[in-house]
C-alpha cells in the first residue's frame, strides 16, 4: 500500500471521492473496501492499475511519461514547461490521473505518479535510470567515485556530499555540453546513440577499458555506466542534457482528424433490419445442421476448411461467414464437443436458446461477439486463422475490437468514415497501449465482422452497434459463460428490438411451387420454408422453390401431408399445385422401407432361432425374424451376445467374412457428456444454470459515504487479534483459532460453522466487541458471527 496515496485520500471530499470510486469500479467490487487503507491497497494493485491504464487515451499516458521523466514529483508549471504546452493544456488530462487514482498531488501541489504506473515504465521518453541509482549503487566504490569526482573537476569529500556535486555537475545542461566539447574525438556521436536511442544498448564491453576510446572516457566522466560487460546504459540527466533545450516530449491533445462523409440514417437503418434476423436465421440453421452431422475436429484443434466449407453450402451462407458464425457459436457456448458424436453438436444452452425470442438470440451472439478473444476474418500473411483455433493475440484481439467499434461510436449517425488508416490512427489515440500494427491487422476484419452482424453498414455505425459499443467497461471475457450486463442492457434491448421488428412471418406462394418472403424471414419462418423447399435466392427478398425431393425431405424429418400443408397454411395461402405435389410424395413415401440392424443372428436350426427369438428374457434385443435361419437384433453384437450366453446359449461372433473369431473385453470409457469447446482445442464443463443473476453495479456514491464515515467511527484493535480470538472463541482448537486469525489479518478465505449448525464462507474480517464482522460470501454483504459460537474454522480454497 502506498501510504502518499492512503493520505491523499484521507483529503478527498465526498464529491471527488465519489468520482475516483466511479471511475475505478474494480475498487468496490465485492467484498468492497471498509476502509481507506483497505480502498488504497485496491487501487494500487498493479494489475488494476495496468487495465486502468487500458482505457485512457493518449494524452494521459503521455502526461504520465512525461512526470516520471523529470522524477515522478513534478510541478505542474514544471510538466508543461517540459511539454512545450500551456498549462491550460496538461490541467485537464493531469486530471484525468487524478480522477483514476493514477497520480495525485502531494503536499507541495506536486505530482505524484502511482508506484503500478511507475513499474510499466522503466525507460519513460526513452529515457534510463536517475544518476542517484547509479551513484548509490554498490557497484560503484569508493575509488571509482572518487575517480569520477576527479574527472570532472571537483573536490574530494564524504561520499554523500560527492555524489550530490555530481549530480549537479550532470543534471546540467551547459556542463554537459561543454563536457562533451572537450571530449575526443567520437565521443559525440556515440552519446547521441545513446541519447535518443538508449538509454540501455548492447556494447563491445573491451572498448570500456581500452584507454583513449570514446567508451571510457564517458565512463570515467559518468555519462554512460555500465551494469554488465555487454550493456551500458546513459542516466536520465545526461540524456536530457544531451537531447538539448528544444527537446519536448510526444504531446498529442487532441484525436487524429478524420475523413468524413455523410450517409442517409434511414439507409443504415434498413441495412441492420436486414442483416440483424439474417444473423440469427443462419446460426439456426447451422446449428440444426451439425445437429444432423456432428462437425469433426482436425488433430491439431479446431475445424478444417472442408468441414467449413461443407456446413456454409449445406446452409447457404458463405465462407466468410460460416467462420465467423462458428466462433460466435463456440464462444455463446450453442456449439459444443461430444465424445459420443465423435463431433460438435448443439448444447443444452441452445435448445433454450432457439426457444427465445428472436431480439434475445441475436443478444447472446453479439455479446459473445463482443468478448470473443479471436477474430475469424483476420488475415495473417494474406491466410485465414483455423476456425476455433488458438489466436496468440488473445485478449488484444478483443481490445482492438473495442477500440475500432468504439471510435465509429463517436461519430453522429449520419456521418460514414470511409478513411481506414485514419480509424486506426483514431482507436490507436484512444487505445495507446494497443500494438499499433496488431490494430491495423484487426480493424478490416473487424468492420467485415461488425457489417455481417448489423453493427456497421455503409462505413458507419448502426444503432445497434452503437448500444454494443457503450458497453466496454462490462463486456468481460472469453472464458465467461455469459455476460449478462451486455445482454440485459436497456438500451441494446431496445435496439435488437426494433432491428428484428421488420422481420416478416409470412410467405407469398405461387401456383409455379416458390415461396417468396418480402423482407427478412423470420427464424421460424425461414426454418420452416429450409425444411420443404429449396432457396433459390437471400437478400431484400428471398425465394424458395418447392420440388418433390425437397417435399420428401420434409416427409423424412418426420412430417405428414396434412401436418406440412397445415403449417403452410399458417403462412401464407395455399395454392392447389403445391397442395397436389405434397400429396403426391406423401402417397409414395415410404413404398421402400431400409431397417437399421444392429447384428444379425445365424443358425442352421430353425427351430432353435424360433425358441431364441420368443424367449421373454431376450425381449430386450428387438429381435425380428428375417428368414427361417437369420434373426435381425437392435442391440450391438457384444450386447446381443452377452444376452444370449446370460441365457444359456453358447454364441460365438462372426466377421464380416464369415470367419469365427475371439475377442477380448474392452473397458468403456465413461462419458464425460457434452463439453464446452474454446479455441484452442480446449474444453470445459458445461454450466447447468442458464441464466447467471445479475448483480447491480456498484453505486460510487453510496460507497463514498461509508467509506468516509467508516473512516471517522474507525476503532481498530491494533496487535490484539490472536488475544481476542484466543479469549472469546474458545469453542475452536489452537489451529482453527490461528485460522480464523488470518481471516482478520490478512483477509483469506475459511468456511465456518456456527453452534445452530448454519455455515458460511467468509473473507476480510475484523473483531468488533466479541463479534466477527467479516463478508460472507454467501449473503453477499458483511454479516456479524459472535466469537462465541463459532465450533469449526476451516480452509476454503478459490
Avoid at 487495465?51 to 503521455?62: K, T
Avoid at 577499458?209 to 560487460?229: I, N, Q, Y
Avoid at 413415401?589 to 432361432?609: R, W, Y
Avoid at 460453522?753 to 453477499?780: F, K, N
Wanted: charged share 25%; net charge negative; aromatic share 6%.
Amino acid at each position: 500500500m502506498d501510504d502518499h496515496l492512503l493520505g491523499w485520500l484521507k483529503t478527498l471530499d465526498e464529491e471527488r471521492l465519489t468520482r475516483v470510486l466511479a471511475n475505478r469500479p474494480d475498487a468496490i467490487a465485492p467484498p468492497w473496501p471498509r476502509r481507506l487503507d483497505t480502498l488504497a491497497q485496491r487501487l494500487g494493485n498493479g494489475f488494476a492499475v495496468i487495465a486502468v491504464m487500458r482505457g485512457l487515451p493518449l494524452p494521459s499516458l503521455e502526461v504520465a511519461q512525461a512526470s516520471l521523466a523529470l522524477g515522478n514529483q513534478v510541478s505542474l508549471e514544471a510538466l508543461a514547461r517540459f511539454l512545450g504546452v500551456p498549462q491550460a493544456e496538461v490541467a485537464p488530462w493531469v486530471d484525468r490521473l487524478f480522477d483514476h487514482a493514477l497520480a495525485w498531488p502531494d503536499d507541495e501541489g506536486r505530482i505524484r505518479i502511482a508506484d503500478g504506473v511507475a513499474r510499466w515504465w522503466t525507460a519513460p521518453c526513452g529515457l534510463g535510470e536517475p544518476l542517484a541509482h547509479y551513484l548509490n549503487s554498490w557497484t560503484v566504490s569508493a575509488d571509482a567515485l572518487r575517480a569520477l569526482a576527479r574527472a570532472l573537476g571537483l573536490p574530494h569529500g564524504p561520499r554523500r556530499r560527492t555524489v550530490a556535486r555530481v549530480i549537479e555537475v550532470l543534471s546540467d545542461p551547459d556542463r554537459v555540453v561543454a563536457l562533451v566539447e572537450r571530449a575526443p574525438q567520437g565521443i559525440g556521436r556515440l552519446l547521441e546513440e545513446f541519447a535518443w536511442d538508449g538509454p540501455i544498448r548492447d556494447v563491445d564491453g573491451g572498448r570500456f577499458v581500452m584507454p583513449g576510446a570514446p567508451e571510457k572516457w564517458a565512463t570515467d566522466h559518468g555519462l554512460l555506466f555500465r551494469p554488465s560487460w555487454n550493456v551500458a546504459e546513459m542516466p536520465r540527466e545526461v540524456a536530457l542534457a544531451l537531447r538539448g533545450p528544444g527537446y519536448h516530449p510526444p504531446f498529442t491533445p487532441t484525436p487524429p482528424e478524420l475523413a468524413t462523409v455523410p450517409v442517409d440514417p434511414e439507409a443504415v437503418d434498413h441495412l441492420m433490419t436486414l442483416a440483424a434476423p439474417h444473423v440469427v436465421e443462419r446460426c439456426a440453421a447451422m446449428l440444426e445442421n451439425t445437429a444432423k452431422i456432428p462437425l469433426p475436429l482436425l488433430k491439431a484443434g479446431g475445424v478444417g476448411v472442408r468441414e467449413v466449407r461443407r456446413l456454409a453450402k449445406d446452409t447457404g451462407c458463405d465462407e466468410d461467414e460460416t467462420r465467423l458464425l462458428l466462433d460466435v457459436c463456440a464462444v455463446a457456448r450453442l456449439l459444443a464437443w461430444d465424445e459420443s458424436a465423435g463431433g460438435l453438436v448443439p448444447t443444452e444452452k441452445f435448445d433454450r436458446w432457439r426457444l427465445d425470442d428472436a431480439a434475445a438470440r441475436l443478444r447472446v451472439l453479439l455479446s459473445a461477439w463482443w468478448r470473443m478473444e479471436r477474430s475469424s476474418l483476420r488475415r495473417i500473411d494474406g491466410k485465414y486463422g483455423t476456425v476455433l483455433g488458438d489466436d496468440p493475440a488473445g485478449t488484444a484481439v478483443a481490445r482492438a475490437r473495442r477500440a475500432v467499434l468504439g471510435v465509429l461510436g463517436r461519430f453522429p449517425a449520419s456521418t460514414a468514415c470511409p478513411d481506414l488508416a485514419g480509424l486506426v490512427r483514431s482507436a490507436h489515440w484512444h487505445s495507446p497501449l494497443l500494438d499499433q500494427p496488431l490494430l491495423a491487422e484487426c480493424a478490416p476484419a473487424v468492420l467485415e465482422e461488425a457489417r455481417m452482424l448489423g453493427l456497421v453498414a455503409y462505413d458507419t455505425i448502426t444503432d445497434l452497434g452503437r448500444a454494443l459499443a457503450s458497453l466496454d467497461a462490462v463486456a468481460g471475457d472469453e472464458n465467461d459463460d455469459s455476460a449478462p450486463l451486455v445482454e440485459n442492457d436497456p438500451v441494446l434491448v431496445e435496439c435488437s428490438t426494433r432491428a428484428l421488428a421488420s422481420v416478416r412471418r409470412s410467405a407469398l406462394f405461387g401456383a409455379d411451387l416458390t415461396a417468396v418472403v418480402t423482407g427478412p424471414p423470420s427464424t421460424e419462418l425461414a426454418e420452416l420454408l429450409d425444411r420443404a423447399a429449396e432457396r433459390e435466392s437471400r437478400g431484400a427478398a428471398s425465394v424458395w422453390r418447392f420440388t418433390p425431393a425437397s417435399v420428401r425431405r420434409a416427409m423424412d424429418a418426420g412430417h405428414t401431408a396434412d401436418g406440412l400443408l397445415a403449417d403452410l397454411a399458417e403462412v401464407g395461402t395455399v395454392p392447389q399445385p403445391l397442395d397436389y405435389l405434397v400429396r403426391d410424395v406423401a402417397r409414395r413415401h415410404g413404398e421402400v422401407t431400409v431397417t437399421t440392424v444392429a447384428c444379425i443372428v445365424q443358425a442352421s436350426d430353425p427351430a432353435l432361432l424360433a425358441e431364441i427369438a420368443g424367449h421373454r428374457r431376450l425381449g430386450r434385443l428387438g429381435l425380428r425374424l428375417l428368414a427361417p435361419t437369420v434373426l435381425a437384433s437392435t442391440m450391438p453384437a457384444a450386447r446381443t451376445l452377452a444376452a444370449l450366453r446370460e441365457n444359456g446359449y453358447a454364441p460365438v461372433p462372426v466377421e464380416d467374412t464369415g470367419e469365427i473369431t475371439v475377442r477380448r473385453a474392452r473397458t468403456e470409457e465413461p462419458q464425460t457428456g457434452r463439453l464446452i469447446l474454446l479455441p484452442g482445442g480446449r474444453v470445459a464443463e458445461l454450466e447447468q444454470p442458464p441464466y447467471p443473476l445479475v448483480e447491480p453495479p456498484p453505486d460510487p456514491h453510496e460507497h463514498a459515504q461509508r467509506l468516509l464515515t467508516a473512516e471517522g467511527d474507525a476503532v481498530r484493535q491494533h496487535g490484539r487479534t490472536w488475544a481476542i480470538i484466543g479469549r472469546m472463541a474458545s469453542r475452536l482448537p489452537t489451529a482453527q483459532q490461528s485460522l480464523l486469525g488470518f481471516v482478520v489479518d490478512r483477509g483469506v478465505r475459511a468456511a465456518i460453522t456456527l453452534a445452530d449448525g448454519l455455515t458460511a464462507t467468509i473473507s476480510h474480517g475484523e473483531l468488533r466487541s466479541g463479534v466477527l464482522d467479516a463478508w460472507c460470501e454467501e449473503a453477499g454483504d458483511y454479516l456479524e458471527f459472535p466469537l462465541a459460537d463459532i465450533i469449526e474454522v476451516r480452509g476454503a480454497y478459490a
